[in-house]
């Protein structure tokens, strides 16, 4: 679960400064809604870090940590990608279905069992 838990050290770390860099760099640089797209993305990319993190301590749950860092990244990489260019691409679909996917990872952890307590 190492791995797992560096996934969701990484979308912290990534959300978090998105988050950070709304506050003044971006919000000059970007429009009202480009700089809310961002703000949104960020504060969900933090906090999927954070259950990564979580699930990497307090469960087993390989397949349920996998979708959730990849939905996450999936769409928070065309999030940036859109706000960053102005561009709309065809594959903006893309969004919705990263968020789709890590919510499936979400939704395996009610199948998942928590570790035994090491205390």
Request: with cysteine; aromatic share 6%.
């Amino acid at each position: 679960m190492r791995l797992v838990w560096i996934a969701g050290v990484l979308h912290a770390l990534a959300g978090g400064t998105l988050l950070f860099l709304t506050l003044h760099p971006l919000r000059d640089a970007l429009a009202a809604p480009e700089l809310e797209l961002i703000k949104v993305g960020g504060a969900w990319q933090a906090l999927q870090g954070l259950a990564l993190m979580i699930v990497a301590v307090a469960t087993r749950a390989r397949v349920a940590a996998m979708l959730m860092a990849s939905g996450t990244l999936i769409s928070m990489t065309m999030i940036c990608y859109i706000a960053f260019t102005g561009d709309r691409p065809p594959v903006i679909v893309a969004v919705p279905i990263g968020g789709a996917v890590a919510f499936m990872g979400w939704i395996a952890l009610i199948f998942a069992a928590p570790e035994k307590s090491r205390l």
